[in-house]
């Protein structure tokens, strides 16, 4: 509406201080104190309903809603991605907007956000959280595009690096290195207007 990218945006918010803060969802219809874990963000509050010491969980991004090149196999790794994570004796935080998956269980995860997969709803609860790092490649095509992105903002990805997610994501990139390995690929362009043959 202003015209104005997201981090000039961004860089104005910060300079005065607004930043959202934690909410917790209340799933007993407010009969008694809610303790579950599931959370979301919210420019409206003051305080923080989430407390726990985030410092060595990882955050998981989640594959969203199920279209294509975000499925339920995603879902299932991202899971197990969750399962090792707490194996390994730290906290596992799923980043996800789909409550049809199992990923979404109260109980699958130390932490649940139930929020769109966004650049800046992954750098909001990152700089809230102060976690270990970010494992982005078990989600699917989502996680995967904010990958350069989010390494550039100074967040640690763990696992597959961002260099390997974007040569594998674009395809220019993609084509060039079969090119360099000489493997043969089908004929290929990339249409951006309709009128292109």
Known sequence: M????????YGKRKDAGIY??????????????????YLYLSYEGMAD????????AVL??????????????FDWCCVIAGKTVREAGKKAVMINCNPETVSTDYDEFDALFFEELTFETVREIYRKLDPEGLILSMGGQIPNNLAVRLHKAGMRILGTDTAS?????????????????????????????????
């Open 49 to 56: 309903d989430f407390e726990e010491d985030c410092s060595r």
């Open 60 to 73: 998981i991004l989640g594959g969203g809603p199920y279209r294509i090149g975000s499925s339920v196999e």
């Open 165 to 197: 997610i974007d040569r594998a994501e674009n395809r220019s990139r993609f084509s060039g290195m079969l090119d360099e390995l000489k493997i043969k690929q089908p004929e290929w362009k990339a249409l951006t207007d309709p009128k292109m043959p």
């Open 2 to 9: 202003t015209g104005q990218t997201e981090e000039t945006i």
């Open 20 to 37: 959202p803060v934690i909410k917790q969802i209340d799933t007993v219809a407010a009969e008694y104190p809610a303790t579950t874990n």
